[in-house]
């Protein structure tokens, strides 16, 4: 499971409202998490003939330049950026967010293709360039500094006196 990074956009729909009983969640150390549990390029990057979604193998991490014709996001969230995008055509805007658009450029990983594909209504899309790098696990020398940094953030979290110490450690990771 991928986890995207905190969503902070205003969902345009009810920006400038006041909204009672708004919740959220946390997840608590999820950047040390991923970093522990997900298999990232481990190789220099080459470049390969994919032209389909459906050639795309999950023992490979990609780069892909992809042009989207007749793009529309699914929900009153909008998750691409415009100033990512390498050309738009005929953009419809949420505060720099495509709500859809005739076409974009946009270089992705395949991560992110893969998001898009699930928030958006696409009605054709063309594989510009696509590069693949074998994906594996980060080095056992660098897992073993995170989960000791993380131990030690741990250990300040919550302790008076040591708000600065908690910080640096937290920084390091």
């Not at 608590?28 to 970093?35: A, E, L, N, Q, R």
């Not at 220099?44 to 330049?65: M, P, R, T, V």
């Not at 063309?126 to 080095?139: A, C, G, Q, T």
Request: net charge positive; charged share 30%.
């Amino acid at each position: 499971m991928h986890l995207c990074g905190g969503y902070t956009h205003a969902n345009w729909t009810k920006s400038g409202k006041k909204i009672k009983n708004v919740t959220s969640y946390d997840f608590t150390s999820s950047y040390p998490f991923v970093m522990l549990t997900e298999k990232y390029p481990s190789s220099e990057f080459k470049k390969c003939n994919i032209k389909s979604i459906s050639q795309i193998l999950d023992c490979f991490c990609y780069i892909i330049k992809v042009t989207f014709f007749g793009i529309r996001c699914k929900y009153w969230n909008n998750f691409i950026s415009s100033s990512k995008c390498v050309y738009i055509k005929n953009g419809r805007y949420d505060n720099g967010r495509i709500i859809s658009a005739d076409e974009i450029q946009i270089i992705l990983t395949d991560i992110d293709l893969k998001f898009i594909f699930e928030t958006h209504l696409i009605d054709k899309y063309e594989f510009n360039e696509v590069f693949w790098s074998r994906k594996d696990y980060l080095p056992k020398e660098l897992l073993e500094f995170i989960l000791e940094k993380y131990e030690n953030k741990t250990k300040f979290k919550g302790v008076e006196g040591k708000e600065i110490e908690y910080a640096l450690e937290k920084r390091k990771i």
